[in-house]
T-cell receptor
Framework: EPEVTQTPSHQVTQMGQEVILRCVPI?????FYWYRQILGQKVEFLVS????????KSEIFDDQFSVERPDGSNFTLKIRSTKLEDSAMYFC????????????FGDGTRLSIL | GEDVEQSLFLSVREGDSSVINCTYT??????LYWYKQEPGAGLQLLTY?????DMKQDQRLTVLLNKKDKHLSLRIADTQTGDSAIYFC??????????????FGKGTKLSVKP
């Protein structure tokens, strides 16, 4: 069964450094998402992406975050200048886009900011 | 704003039925989901229900939706030790015929005792 893949599984970065989290969505999906889960808290929506542009973003997704689909398969989340509070599990998801097509999630990238 | 609430823990004996409950606030939700998260793994889609349905059954899983009370439940029949995991309830808001972002509960940790 096709799946969403994320790399790396664990990323350790110094505070202030830039980090790029990578995702390969399911190949025929059209909508792509990033969510994050701070330890012990809810899974929170960050951003959705469709047709090469952001379709929706949350208050969390401020100027330090950006997303890109650099080629036909990858979908990336960049955090420009990481802060301690960016430490979390980051999940990528994709869906076919129609309202009856659910979002499928990757296994997540655990980001640890030191 | 939208909110999804779940009880945090549930403990059952192997072979018993488990019932995990969830309440949500947004009446415009179109789809409601159950995801399963095993330790160190991503979010696995278990099942989902459209908001105009009352019930959906899929093998050992039964989803019940009470739209008036905004209450969703997941029943797992004949619970096995392999069902031990965290179960997340989520709602999605529909816009423009496609899926909006998911709003998650905090998750219910199901422990199955042999």
């Amino acid at each position: 069964e096709p799946e969403v893949t994320q790399t790396p599984s664990h990323q350790v970065t110094q505070m202030g450094q830039e980090v790029i989290l990578r995702c390969v969505p399911i190949s025929n999906h059209l909508y792509f998402y990033w969510y994050r889960q701070i330890l012990g808290q809810k899974v929170e929506f960050l951003v959705s992406f469709y047709n090469n542009e952001i379709s929706e973003k949350s208050e969390i997704f401020d100027d330090q975050f950006s997303v890109e689909r650099p080629d036909g398969s990858n979908f990336t989340l960049k955090i420009r200048s990481t802060k301690l509070e960016d430490s979390a599990m980051y999940f990528c998801a994709s869906s076919g886009g129609l309202s009856d097509q659910p979002q499928h999630f990757g296994d997540g990238t655990r980001l640890s900011i030191l | 704003g939208e909110d999804v609430e779940q009880s945090l823990f549930l403990s059952v004996r192997e072979g018993d039925s488990s019932v995990i409950n969830c309440t949500y606030t947004d009446s415009s939700s179109t789809y409601l989901y159950w995801y399963k998260q095993e330790p160190g793994a991503g979010l696995q889609l278990l099942t989902y229900i459209f908001s105009n349905m009352d019930m959906k059954q899929d093998q050992r899983l039964t989803v019940l939706l009470n739209k008036k009370d905004k209450h969703l439940s997941l029943r797992i029949a004949d619970t096995q030790t392999g069902d031990s995991a965290i179960y997340f309830c989520a709602e999605s808001l529909n816009y423009g015929g496609s899926q909006g972002n998911l709003i998650f509960g905090k998750g219910t940790k199901l422990s199955v005792k042999p």
